[in-house]
């Protein structure tokens, strides 16, 4: 499978741990991108990287939130101290960049937090 | 910032009939308008987009219309089957900044097909 993947795929923590979701993007796509879904709404925007670069954090991304790419091509999204309302769908995305402005997205991360 | 408002939140219409979602958006910056179906438990896949430099685009049964300077744009699917049944999300570019077109999605659609 040459999409976007994501691990793990379900994450069932208890509140106040600390959790880590990898995102692997389609090869040689240099944007990528985390957004994060709520049941019966639309994704929303939390960090956008090109290559290693992490360029824009929207303002729902708390401090307890962190994410890296190091090598400029898997991702991955820490939440610590989670919290009951970090429970949600967490999903990455890919593009080619450029005038190439399509986003491709992985199967999600689902974070159930008890 | 981008605001998206999508309607209507759910749709249901007769297999064969045709089914119309519309957006409005608010950043008279955004450039590119994207359409996304999400079946139930699976990843959003898009399905269509549309720049602001053409008014209108067609795949087969899905077509989307884009009006600048209403700031609006709309998904229309002919001939509906059952399979087209999901959850649909517009969604709009913000076309600047360091942003690199992150994109502010609706609230969704859920269309029903019924057979």
């Known amino acids: 499978d040459t999409g976007v993947s994501q691990d793990p795929r379900h994450k069932i923590t208890k509140r106040g741990q600390n959790v880590t979701f990898r995102c692997d993007p389609i090869?040689?796509?240099?944007?990528l991108y985390w957004y994060r879904q709520t049941l019966g709404q639309g994704p929303e925007f939390l960090t956008y990287f090109q290559n290693e670069a992490q360029l824009e954090k929207s303002r729902l991304l708390s401090d307890r939130f962190s994410a890296e790419r190091p090598k400029g091509s898997f991702s991955t999204l820490e939440i610590q101290r989670t919290e009951q309302g970090d429970s949600a769908m967490y999903l990455c995305?890919?593009?080619?960049?450029?005038?190439?402005?399509?986003?491709?997205f992985g199967p999600g991360t689902r974070l159930t937090v008890t | 910032g981008e605001n998206v408002e999508q309607h209507p939140s759910t749709l249901s219409v007769q297999e064969g009939d045709s089914a119309v979602i519309k957006c409005t958006y608010s950043d008279s910056a955004s450039n590119y308008f994207p359409w996304y179906k999400q079946e139930l438990g699976k990843r959003p896949q898009l399905i269509i987009d549309i720049r602001s430099n053409v008014g209108e685009k067609k795949d087969q049964r899905i077509a989307v219309t884009l009006n600048k300077t209403a700031k609006h744009f709309s998904l229309h699917i002919t001939e509906t089957q059952p399979e087209d049944s999901a959850v649909y999300f517009c969604a709009a570019n913000r076309g600047r900044g360091n942003a690199g077109n992150m994109l502010t999605f609706g609230g969704g659609t859920r269309l029903m097909v019924k057979p």
């Open positions: 090869s040689e796509h240099n944007r």
């Open positions: 995305a890919s593009s080619l960049g450029s005038v190439h402005y399509e986003q491709y």
